[in-house]
């Protein structure tokens, strides 16, 4: 079945460390896009990428950064420079033929202490 | 700049009744707008989405949305609640297709609580 792997389903951190979360998807989509989600403040878009070796910032980029070496993975790394990374992250894809449907992962829950 | 506001952060119904959530939206142009579910520590699930035509919207699981342009709205209805119907929803807009990618803005969520 085609779909979007994310992993760890839960990370722990230290403050002061900097953490990756995968995502990969099998759906041959080429949009992928990386949110944040924080209780009572719904989905931020933190980077999105179009193609392979091209990616764009969100709404909220600082902190993190991103890679797009292969259509099927996305990495996110949050870094130390990242205030407030304690949160619940969700990558999805678009077929480029309908970018506004975008297909969600399961989500990474990240605590950082 | 585009906005979503849903404005009850949580709604309780029981079983069998009928559920109307609320979406209001702000958007320049003809919006694009969806309906996304999520079940406790999951991800989104898309119910249904509006691009034009008819202004009622079927989706999935039973649940159909309405169009309002007059009132910017999307609201999201279902006639009779399952228990298994408690998530949290999400209303989003479509802002802007940047070539293959497209942006979404989204509220900030209504949690249903079904009672039984």
């Known amino acids: 079945d085609g779909g979007i792997t994310q992993s760890p389903k839960y990370l722990f951190r230290k403050e002061g460390q900097n953490v990756t979360l995968s995502c990969e998807q099998n759906?041959?989509?080429?949009?992928m896009y990386w949110y944040r989600q924080d209780p009572g403040q719904g989905l931020r878009l933190i980077y999105y990428?179009?193609?392979?070796?091209?990616?764009q910032k969100g709404d909220i980029a600082e902190g993190y950064s991103v890679s797009r070496e292969k259509k099927e993975s996305f990495p996110l790394t949050v870094t130390s420079a990242q205030k407030n990374p304690t949160a619940f992250y969700l990558c999805?894809?678009?077929?480029?033929?309908?970018?506004?449907?975008?297909?969600f992962g399961p989500g990474t829950r990240l605590t950082v202490t | 700049a585009q906005s979503v506001t849903q404005p009850d952060i949580h709604i309780t119904v029981s079983e069998g009744a009928s559920l109307e959530l609320r979406c209001n939206y702000s958007?320049?142009?003809?919006?694009?707008l969806f309906w996304y579910v999520q079940s406790p520590g999951q991800g989104l699930q898309l119910l249904l989405k509006?691009?034009?035509?008819?202004?009622l919207v079927q989706g999935i699981k039973g649940f159909e949305a309405e169009f309002k342009r007059s009132q910017s709205s999307f609201n999201l209805r279902k006639p009779s609640v399952h228990w298994s119907d408690a998530a949290e929803y999400f209303c989003?807009?479509?802002?802007?297709?940047?070539?293959?990618?497209?942006?979404?803005?989204f509220g900030t969520g209504t949690r249903l609580q079904v009672t039984l």
């Open positions: 989003a807009v479509g802002a802007g297709n940047t070539g293959t990618a497209s942006k979404l803005t």
């Open positions: 509006y691009f034009s035509g008819d202004t």
């Open positions: 999805a894809s678009s077929n480029p033929s309908r970018t506004y449907e975008q297909y």
């Open positions: 958007y320049g142009a003809t919006p694009y």
């Open positions: 990428s179009q193609i392979v070796n091209d990616f």
């Open positions: 759906l041959n989509h080429d949009a």
